[in-house]
């Protein structure tokens, strides 16, 4: 594989920004090609059939650009299937359960974790939390939130943002955790929103997976050495919307950036 080829980050919609915008900072001659699936989010309440088509078919899409890598930035496809699905392809897939469980790790002992319904569900973080000899004390499934971001409804005083973040914080702070993992790779638009509810650590997973990426690239030769780094913007869904979120998070004007793909085909 050559080293100069891009490298693809994926999610079902805005979430993977969270990702590509450390990736962009730490990986700075890289070229990135983006592809947010926002025809079919969310991903967080589908079944894990559903989730390997879209798997599948993102996939197949970012490689037709010739990636050298992968960083499934979605933590419902981390959970559910990446280590099962990750052994058909022959470039690196990289996700974001483990560097997020590790950094959580790190800042506390009593860990709690916000995820899709599929990602709580699958267990993932939580088995990885308890398998550093931590304790994973409250899996949250948090199915309001992505709706939200993606909506653009972000604001700390939004009342239907304020509420959904109360209720789910309630069994983190019942359960005494010291750190809190965002494990859906969308969360992180919402912290300031989270930070002026409650005063916990928060792990943010989209930006912790960078250095697993950077560390597989690394050893096998695939870093560039030299060049200009770029970025491509792909969407399935509407592209003013993506535009319009996408460019205050990014905190880059994406108008004229981003193109369409059509993942599903
Ligand atoms: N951002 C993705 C995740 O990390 C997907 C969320 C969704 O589409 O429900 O889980």
Redesign the pocket.
């Known amino acids: 594989m050559n080293r100069n080829a891009p490298i693809g980050v994926f999610?079902?919609?805005?979430?993977?920004l969270t990702a590509l915008r450390q990736l962009q900072k730490d990986l700075p001659l890289e070229k990135f090609i983006y592809f947010g699936?926002t025809a079919?989010?969310?991903?967080?309440?589908?079944d894990k059939e559903t989730l390997r088509s879209f798997a599948q078919s993102d996939i197949a899409l970012l490689r037709s650009f010739g990636v050298k890598a992968i960083l499934v930035?979605?933590?419902?496809?981390?959970?559910v299937l990446l280590e099962e699905i990750r052994g058909d392809y022959d470039i690196p897939l990289v996700g974001?359960v483990k560097s997020a469980a590790a950094a959580a790790s790190e800042k506390g002992s009593r860990v709690a974790v916000w995820?899709?319904a599929?990602?709580i569900g699958s267990g993932a973080y939580a088995r990885e939390v308890e398998r550093l000899g931590k304790k994973a004390v409250s899996s949250v499934p948090c199915?309001k939130l992505?709706p939200l971001i993606?909506s653009g409804n972000t604001a700390p005083d939004h009342p239907e943002t304020k509420a959904a973040i109360a209720e789910y914080l309630a069994p983190v702070l019942l359960a005494q955790a010291d750190v809190l993992i965002l494990?859906?790779?969308?969360?992180p638009l919402l912290e300031e929103a989270i930070r002026a509810q409650a005063d916990i650590p928060l792990i943010n997973?989209?930006k912790e997976s960078v250095r697993s990426l950077k560390e597989t690239l690394a050893a096998q030769g695939l870093l560039r050495t030299d060049g200009e780094g770029s970025t491509r913007y792909f969407v399935s869904g509407d592209i003013e919307t993506f535009v319009k979120q996408g460019s205050l998070f990014m905190g880059e004007d994406l108008c004229g950036k981003v193109e369409y793909a059509d993942a599903g085909k």
């Open positions: 999610d079902s919609g805005l979430g993977g699936d079919r989010v969310p991903y967080g309440g589908r930035a979605c933590g419902t496809l981390s959970s974001v995820g899709t599929a990602s199915p992505v993606e494990g859906c790779t969308h969360y997973s989209g």
